[in-house]
């Protein structure tokens, strides 16, 4: 691997790292806290993924998007999914519209929600699988398909998807396939014992924010292509598989308790994802290439949702989290 990168790239990441910080206090004028999760959205956004955000009600999801959506200068759309949502609620619909001066009539396409480039699906476990999978082509091919013809999506483009993780009557957990579509899953905490009063003190006055516009979307595509730029080390990479090769239970050299806990482990988008994080969250920090605590620090969002446990890990009380401490324990990098 080359460590050498252009004079422009290296001015590029010192430009992203300060610009991050913008962000940041851009966003805090109206979040208060979620710091880390406010890190992962972007650095999902940086790495051309999307996030899967769980976390009870209240605790802000919504304004969060809405508000770095308006600090990216990005076209915000919110999608409320819900039992009777169809698939064309999401995509758009053809009508039927009559030519004034001719008389003819002709079909017109009326784009749906998903034309943006944020788009949040609420509560998206509670619709249907039919139109859950009406997400899919969007995310995977930033493109839409009605009545036979295929239409661009507006680049950026990043899904954004909520669940609530205690209400579970009348919901349609996301097939496996569905969540190995989201780079992240991102969990939403309850705000410090300071932070919640914080939130209570400026929610119930007259406060009035106004938010700077700090990205554009064309230099959001360039620092995405900038990701992709970042060199990264043969240790690393294999790291990073071995990482994500210790969670599956079929391995040879797999772990006990891998073998006991886990019925499926992660596949290789994992992999993909766990470097093309670990390259973002170096750059937005300033440094020209990751290192392992990169990885580390990308492990849990980008893996939890992709390990299937079994019922002994239920048994025992175990979730996704200790069993990625416990492959993080295990397994090391090499230095």
């Known amino acids: 691997m080359s460590l050498v990168q252009t004079k422009s790239d290296i001015t590029q990441v010192e430009e992203l790292h300060v610009t991050y910080e913008r962000i940041q206090k851009e966003v805090s004028k109206v979040i208060i806290g979620q710091h880390k999760v406010i890190e992962l959205l972007l650095i999902s956004l940086l790495s051309s993924g999307h996030s899967l955000l769980i976390g009870v009600p209240g605790l802000a999801k919504t304004l969060l998007i809405s508000?770095?959506?308006?600090?990216?200068?990005?076209?915000?759309?919110?999608?409320?999914?819900?039992?009777?949502?169809?698939?064309?609620?999401?995509?758009?619909?053809?009508?039927?519209?009559?030519?004034?001066?001719?008389?003819?009539?002709?079909?017109?396409?009326?784009?749906?929600?998903v034309f943006a480039n944020i788009v949040l699906a609420d509560e998206i476990n509670r619709t249907p699988p039919k139109t859950q999978a009406a997400l899919l082509q969007a995310m995977q091919e930033h493109e839409v398909t009605a009545a036979g013809s295929t239409y661009k999506l507006d680049e950026p483009f990043y899904v954004l998807a909520t669940q609530n993780p205690i209400e579970q009557e009348g919901t349609y957990p996301l097939p496996e396939a569905q969540l190995d579509r989201f780079m992240f899953n991102i969990l939403v905490d309850y705000p410090s014992g300071d932070e919640e009063q914080e939130i209570v003190k400026t929610t119930t006055a007259v406060l009035e924010y106004q938010l700077n516009k700090v990205m554009s979307p064309s230099e959001i595509l360039g620092f995405q292509q900038l990701v992709r730029r970042v060199p990264v080390s043969d240790h690393l990479i294999e790291y990073a598989v071995k990482l994500v090769r210790a969670t599956r239970p079929n391995e040879n050299n797999a772990p006990a308790f891998i073998k006991n806990w886990v019925n499926w482990g992660a596949g290789p988008r994992a992999s993909q994802y766990l470097i093309l994080a670990a390259k973002t969250k170096a750059i937005i920090e300033g440094r020209p290439t990751p290192g392992p605590e990169d990885v580390r620090f990308a492990a849990y969002p980008v893996m939890r949702h992709r390990i299937v446990t079994s019922f002994n890990a239920e048994a025992d009380g175990v979730d996704a989290n200790e069993i990625i401490r416990r492959v993080l324990e295990t397994v090391k990098a090499r230095e």
């Open 67 to 113: 508000t770095l959506a308006r600090a990216l200068d990005l076209k915000f759309s919110r999608i409320q999914f819900t039992p009777d949502l169809m698939p064309s609620d999401i995509t758009g619909t053809e009508i039927i519209e009559e030519d004034r001066s001719t008389g003819k009539r002709q079909f017109r396409f009326v784009k749906g929600p």
